[in-house]
């Protein structure tokens, strides 16, 4: 979403650009000279070594606001090798209310759903299965997990335990319709989100969730560097265009 209006904001300023994803999943981004695209994982070594070879001048952070673990290694990459980091970090918009249970993380918000007695919707991705699985199979209630369409995330749920029939594909944000659907096929008590902003569909859950008569769990996130973070596209690329303005490799 953001990440190609980032790209496609910098590319007309006459800047190259390498958007790098973890995963196949298509970005929309129209094609230009100064555009390239990667894809695959990256740890420390392998990212050092793309930003050197390919002679980076900032990172620019735009993954979701839960990919902790990238964010934190970009910024210490970023930092050691001496590169301006800027991340997008969208606002967080869920409404504090009578129906939203808070958790400090996975393993409190597994708990927390799991003691409804009711069957648990988990929509918070294809990673930290493991308490859901151990909590919902201790109190015997079902898990429905909703994942992004791509291999890597189907086999993910498949060895973590999560059988074929309770694993539904899409990609986001969904309507609020398309959750109630959801929610009613499955006999959803429980949805677990993360808060990650407007654009990712997240007030539609809610909505989806209160018609439907049905808790919401919601996991915290972790900040990053703040005085590295930046709420607003706008507000991103101008701090980007000027630091790159002012440096000379």
Avoid at 229 to 243: D, G, I, P, R, S
């Amino acid at each position: 979403m953001e990440a190609a209006a980032v790209a496609t904001a910098l590319t007309e300023r006459g800047y190259a650009v390498l958007v790098s994803t973890a995963t196949e999943i298509p970005l929309t981004l129209d094609d230009h000279p100064l555009l390239e695209k990667r894809t695959g994982p990256l740890a420390e070594e392998g990212l050092s070594r793309l930003i050197e070879e390919r002679h980076i001048r900032a990172v620019v952070d735009v993954t979701h606001p839960y990919a902790q673990e990238i964010s934190r290694l970009a910024f210490k990459v970023s930092e050691g090798l001496g590169r301006p980091y800027f991340r997008l970090n969208r606002p967080e918009v869920i409404p504090k209310g009578k129906n939203i249970l808070r958790a400090v993380d996975h393993e409190e918000a597994a708990s927390l759903a799991a003691s409804k007695d009711a069957p648990v919707l988990l929509t918070t991705g294809s990673k930290n299965l493991e308490p859901y699985v151990r909590e919902t199979t201790r109190n015997k209630l079902s898990l429905i997990v909703r994942v992004l369409p791509d291999p890597n995330s189907i086999q993910n749920c498949l060895q973590a335990g999560i059988p074929h029939e309770a694993i539904v594909t899409g990609r986001g944000p969904f309507s609020v319709e398309e959750n109630r659907k959801l929610i009613r096929k499955f006999h959803i008590g429980v949805l677990v989100t993360k808060d990650s902003g407007l654009p990712g569909g997240v007030l539609e859950k809610i909505e989806a969730a209160e018609l439907e008569g049905c808790q919401v769990v919601v996991v915290a996130r972790s900040e990053g560097k703040k005085e590295k973070n930046y709420a607003q596209v706008e507000e991103l690329l101008k701090a980007v265009l000027q630091k790159l303005s002012e440096s000379v490799f």
